[in-house]
T-cell receptor
C-alpha cells in the first residue's frame, strides 16, 4: 500500500556537524510535503514544507530537498545543535489536495552528541 | 504566536473508566484533527472535523471513542471504557481551509502539546 517511510530510525551526529534525515514516499501524486520536529513530551512542530513544483527550499539552518524522480525527500540541518535532538517526521498529502489530510512517516530520532 | 490548546496535559486512569480530552484550535482554523501516537510510533488520524462536521472518522474505534465539535470551535474526544491499549499521546491539530489564507496550504497542521494518557 501507499506509505511514507524513513530510511533510518535513529541518526547520531556530532554537535556542529550537518545532519541529513531521509524520507521515501510512494505516491507519485503527492504534491505537498512537510517536515515536523517533535521533542520529547511535546506535539510536533512545523519546520518546513515544500510543494512538488519545487526541488529545494531553505529555511533557517534547514533545507528540504525533493527528488520526484526517485520519490525521495530529505531534511538537512546545518551546524546541528543539542536543541535539534528530537524525532523528525516527514508527511505527504497523498495527492489529495485541499482535503487537509497528511500521511506521516514513522519518524527518525536525531541524537546530537556534545 | 497563536497555539492549539489541549487539556489535561497528563491523565492517568484505570481501565473501564471514562476519560475526556479537550482541544481549542487556533482562532479561525476551521479544520480540527485528533491524532493518536503510541510511544515510539507515528501519528494515527482518529477524526477530522471541518467546522462542526465530521469529515473523516474512519479510523476512530466507534465502539468506545467519540468526538464532538458542537459549535465548530473547541472539541472533546472521549473514551469509554478505557482499555490498556489506549495508553498513548492524544494530539489535537488545526489548519485553515482552502482559500482562507492566500498561499497557505490547508494540509499545514499546527499541533497542540497533547494529552498523555496512561491506562492502568
Amino acid at each position: 500500500g501507499e506509505s511514507v517511510g524513513l530510511h533510518l530510525p535513529t541518526l547520531s551526529v556530532q554537535e556542529g556537524d550537518n545532519s541529513i534525515i531521509n524520507c521515501a514516499y510512494s505516491n507519485s501524486a503527492s504534491d505537498y510535503f512537510i517536515w515536523y520536529k517533535q521533542e520529547s513530551g511535546k506535539g510536533p512542530q512545523f519546520i518546513i514544507d515544500i510543494r512538488s513544483n519545487m526541488d529545494k527550499r531553505q529555511g533557517q539552518r534547514v533545507t528540504v530537498l525533493l527528488n520526484k524522480t526517485v520519490k525521495h525527500l530529505s531534511l538537512q540541518i546545518a551546524a546541528t545543535q543539542p536543541g535539534d535532538s528530537a524525532v523528525y517526521f516527514c508527511a505527504e498529502n497523498m495527492g489529495s489536495s485541499n482535503t487537509g489530510k497528511l500521511i506521516f512517516g514513522q519518524g527518525t530520532t536525531l541524537q546530537v552528541k556534545p | 504566536e497563536a497555539e492549539v490548546a489541549q487539556s489535561p496535559r497528563y491523565k492517568i486512569t484505570e481501565k473501564s473508566q471514562a476519560v475526556a480530552f479537550w482541544c481549542d484550535p487556533i482562532s479561525g482554523h476551521a479544520t480540527l484533527y485528533w491524532y493518536r501516537q503510541i510511544l515510539g510510533q507515528g501519528l494515527e488520524l482518529l477524526v477530522q472535523f471541518q467546522d462542526e462536521s465530521v469529515v473523516d472518522d474512519s479510523q476512530l474505534p466507534k465502539d468506545r471513542f467519540s468526538a464532538e465539535r458542537l459549535k465548530g470551535v473547541d472539541s472533546t474526544l472521549k473514551i469509554q471504557p478505557a482499555e490498556l491499549g489506549d495508553s498513548a499521546m492524544y494530539l489535537c491539530a488545526s489548519s485553515l481551509v482552502p482559500g482562507q489564507a492566500k498561499g497557505e496550504r490547508n494540509e499545514k497542521l499546527f499541533f497542540g502539546s497533547g494529552t498523555q494518557l496512561s491506562v492502568l
